[in-house]
């Protein structure tokens, strides 16, 4: 049986997809876009409270470099533009999904023990 935790090479799977999906917002934005299908960029904004307007770009930039996320711009005044997952990031939710589950059992087990 092949050793699963070998030291992780240049192209060691593990890193190449937290490269991608890692950090504070990168995870909850894959999430809430499959919640809702598409979001505009200030409705990201407000359910990512704590997320600066720099680092809101900047994410979904990635994630769109990364093929995770489509963006969708409407040429009209005010400008309109629409975010939603690319098949790619829908593959992700199944996971996300079983994080969000794990996270829930941590945080009730803490909860019990205050």
């Excluded at 900047?58 to 711009?73: A, H």
Aim: proline share 4%.
């Amino acid at each position: 049986m092949e050793n699963k935790s070998e030291i992780c090479l240049p192209t060691c799977s593990v890193d190449y997809a937290f490269k991608r999906i890692g950090g504070k917002y990168k995870g909850r934005i894959l999430w809430y876009l499959h919640d809702h299908k598409t979001l505009r960029y200030g409705a990201l904004k407000r359910i990512l409270y704590d997320v600066t307007t720099k680092m809101l770009t900047q994410t979904l930039r990635e994630l769109e470099t990364d093929n995770l996320i489509i963006r969708k711009v409407y040429h009209e005044v005010p400008p309109k533009v629409e975010y939603s997952l690319t098949e790619t990031g829908g593959e992700l939710i199944p996971f996300i999904d079983h994080l969000r589950q794990w996270g829930d059992r941590q945080i009730e087990k803490e909860n019990r023990k205050l």
